[in-house]
């Protein structure tokens, strides 16, 4: 802590100088107004005791100076008797306090050392605050997960945020690609336009292309007024084209115009209407089999794979488990004010369980766990059937022995391991908690090969 001593008394200057070094304070020291201004730069004091009358500058110029440079800093002012009224002024303005001399020492250091708690406490808040902000990413929640293999798309998807650039993410149902475009959105320049989106699977043709690209007055039965697409509405910001491996041909060719030439021709019009979107698309279907069938047009698909996301089943980062367990029940339903929690055996099967439906599975299931589970614990027999009962395969190989071996299990392990981390062999020796000079030898010991 230090604090800037301010007074036109040297005598007394000096006296409080050794006082608040005694108490281990670093003391800086300013003899008039002008010199406790260049001070409050230079020395950056977490505390300012001044003298109200001082010529140059009086303590109350001190003191909004000080709130200049920082709105947190306690000031604490002395004044006599005749000044009274401009204490309590200074009071209104932000001091911290203001004693009336004379006071006796006890007094003095009782308050700077309250001061010096508040400003700790401020000091520390701030830095709490700045390290959430930076965890948050300004405010934006970052998707949950900490498996390389998902970190690694979430860090191309905050890279790719930034530009203008037309993402294309694939993955199984469930594994979160509405999730990332959303976290793209929010990380871009078009952060406070709107996001909107469409499911190309779920509208008729006629219908999707209505709503993508708007329509005119009577160009159907029952188009009643003009109206436009949300390719239009969504202008200034990002638009989702959700499983576009369902859209049809027709509507493809329309689409890729759009992106090409970044405009739309409402359906019973000729006029084309000038659009102001990024585009992300998305698909659970493996689009190049697609342009194999000719389902899919390949010009599109290269418009729209300018960067391609690829999200990985849950099965494949099982690490991700219980960081997305324990996320899906702090936003579940409390009981009785204390937030549930997990029985060691619910995370094992959970974490055994090969997730068809990826996340969206285990937030359903915890969903569901949470309603039927009468304690704050949550046991095996609340997770749903298929979870509980699921074979677990992995550990245990079917051709091992009823009664495994130590190292028939760590085998399976380190192979389990090597598999999760796609084989990267420094990242799973790290995973083991083993030195990777110890992981060769075991791999050379039990036969595998990477
Ligand atoms: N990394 C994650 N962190 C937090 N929640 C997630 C994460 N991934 C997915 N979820 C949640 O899982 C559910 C499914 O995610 P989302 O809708 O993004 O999946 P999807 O890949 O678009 O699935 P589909 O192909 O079926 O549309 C959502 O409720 C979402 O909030
Ligand atoms: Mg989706």
Same mark, same amino acid.
């Given at each position: 802590?230090?604090?800037?001593?301010? /007074?036109?008394?040297?005598?007394?200057?000096?006296?409080?100088?050794?006082?608040?070094?005694?108490?281990?304070?670093?003391?800086?020291?300013?003899? @008039?107004?002008?010199?406790?201004?260049?001070?409050?730069?230079?020395?950056?004091?977490?505390?300012?005791?001044?003298?109200?009358?001082?010529?140059?500058?009086?303590?109350?110029?001190?003191?909004?100076?000080?709130?200049?440079?920082?709105?947190?800093?306690?000031?604490?002012?002395? $004044?006599?008797?005749? @000044?009274?009224?401009?204490?309590?002024?200074?009071?209104?303005?932000?001091?911290?306090?203001?004693?009336?001399?004379?006071?006796?020492?006890? %007094?003095?250091?009782?308050?700077?050392?309250?001061?010096?708690?508040?400003?700790?406490?401020?000091?520390?808040?701030?830095?709490?605050?700045?390290?959430?902000?930076?965890?948050?990413?300004?405010?934006?929640?970052?998707?949950?997960?900490?498996?390389?293999?998902?970190?690694?798309?979430? %860090?191309?998807?905050?890279?790719?945020?930034?530009?203008? =650039?037309?993402?294309?993410?694939?993955?199984?149902?469930? $594994?979160?690609?509405?999730?990332?475009?959303? #976290?793209?959105?929010?990380?871009?320049?078009?952060?406070?336009?709107?996001?909107? =989106?469409?499911?190309? &699977?779920?509208?008729?043709?006629?219908?999707?292309?209505?709503?993508?690209?708007?329509?005119?007055?009577?160009?159907?039965?029952?188009?009643?007024?003009?109206?436009? &697409?949300?390719?239009?509405?969504?202008?200034?910001?990002?638009?989702?084209?959700?499983?576009?491996?369902?859209?049809?041909?027709?509507?493809? *060719?329309?689409?890729?115009?759009?992106?090409?030439?970044?405009?739309?021709?409402? +359906?019973?019009? $000729?006029?084309?209407?000038?659009?102001?979107?990024?585009?992300?698309?998305?698909?659970?279907?493996?689009?190049?089999?697609?342009?194999?069938?000719?389902?899919?047009?390949?010009? !599109?698909?290269?418009?729209?794979?300018?960067?391609?996301?690829?999200?990985?089943?849950?099965? /494949?980062?099982?690490?991700?488990?219980?960081?997305?367990?324990?996320?899906?029940?702090?936003?579940?339903?409390?009981?009785?004010?204390?937030?549930?929690?997990?029985?060691?055996?619910?995370?094992?099967?959970?974490?055994? #369980?090969?997730?068809?439906?990826?996340?969206?599975?285990?937030?359903?299931?915890? %969903?569901?766990?949470?309603?039927?589970?009468?304690?704050? *614990?949550?046991?095996?027999?609340?997770?749903?059937?298929?979870?509980?009962?699921?074979?677990?395969?992995?550990?245990?190989? @079917?051709?091992?022995?009823?009664?495994? $071996?130590?190292? +028939?299990?760590?085998?399976?392990?380190?192979?389990?391991? !090597?598999?999760?981390?796609?084989?990267?062999?420094?990242?799973?020796?790290?995973?083991?908690?083993?030195?990777?000079?110890?992981?060769?030898?075991?791999?050379?010991?039990? &036969?595998?090969?990477?």
């Amino acid at each position: 802590m230090k604090i800037l001593l301010v /007074d036109d008394e040297t005598a007394i200057l000096n006296t409080l100088e050794i006082l608040f070094r005694g108490e281990g304070y670093d003391v800086a020291i300013a003899d @008039s107004g002008p010199k406790a201004l260049a001070a409050l730069e230079d020395e950056k004091p977490d505390i300012v005791l001044t003298d109200i009358r001082m010529p140059g500058a009086t303590g109350l110029e001190v003191l909004a100076e000080a709130r200049a440079v920082d709105p947190e800093i306690p000031v604490i002012l002395m $004044t006599a008797q005749a @000044s009274l009224q401009s204490a309590v002024r200074a009071v209104n303005e932000g001091a911290y306090y203001y004693l009336q001399k004379p006071f006796a020492n006890d %007094e003095l250091l009782a308050i700077c050392r309250r001061a010096s708690e508040a400003r700790q406490l401020k000091v520390e808040n701030r830095r709490l605050k700045k390290e959430i902000k930076r965890n948050a990413r300004a405010g934006v929640d970052r998707p949950i997960g900490i498996a390389s293999r998902f970190l690694s798309v979430l %860090e191309l998807a905050e890279t790719v945020a930034a530009t203008e =650039s037309t993402v294309l993410i694939s993955g199984e149902s469930g $594994t979160g690609k509405e999730v990332v475009a959303r #976290y793209i959105h929010t990380l871009s320049e078009r952060a406070e336009g709107p996001f909107l =989106s469409i499911n190309c &699977g779920a509208l008729p043709e006629s219908l999707l292309e209505s709503e993508l690209f708007g329509h005119t007055k009577g160009s159907f039965t029952g188009a009643v007024r003009d109206k436009d &697409g949300l390719l239009v509405a969504a202008g200034g910001g990002t638009f989702f084209l959700d499983e576009i491996g369902e859209m049809s041909p027709s509507t493809q *060719v329309k689409m890729l115009r759009a992106i090409q030439e970044r405009e739309v021709i409402p +359906v019973g019009s $000729t006029q084309a209407v000038p659009v102001d979107v990024r585009i992300i698309a998305a698909t659970n279907r493996d689009l190049e089999e697609e342009i194999g069938r000719g389902a899919f047009r390949s010009d !599109l698909y290269y418009r729209l794979n300018v960067i391609q996301l690829h999200l990985p089943p849950l099965r /494949d980062r099982r690490e991700d488990i219980p960081i997305l367990a324990r996320h899906f029940l702090d936003h579940s339903a409390v009981n009785g004010g204390e937030p549930f929690v997990l029985a060691e055996t619910t995370i094992g099967m959970l974490m055994e #369980y090969d997730w068809p439906g990826n996340v969206r599975e285990l937030e359903n299931a915890l %969903e569901r766990a949470v309603v039927v589970s009468t304690k704050r *614990v949550i046991e095996p027999s609340a997770l749903p059937e298929r979870v509980r009962e699921a074979p677990s395969p992995r550990l245990v190989a @079917s051709e091992a022995p009823v009664n495994p $071996t130590m190292e +028939v299990i760590e085998r399976a392990y380190i192979l389990w391991v !090597l598999e999760s981390e796609g084989g990267n062999k420094t990242r799973a020796a790290e995973v083991l908690g083993i030195d990777p000079s110890t992981l060769y030898r075991k791999l050379n010991r039990y &036969g595998i090969e990477v």
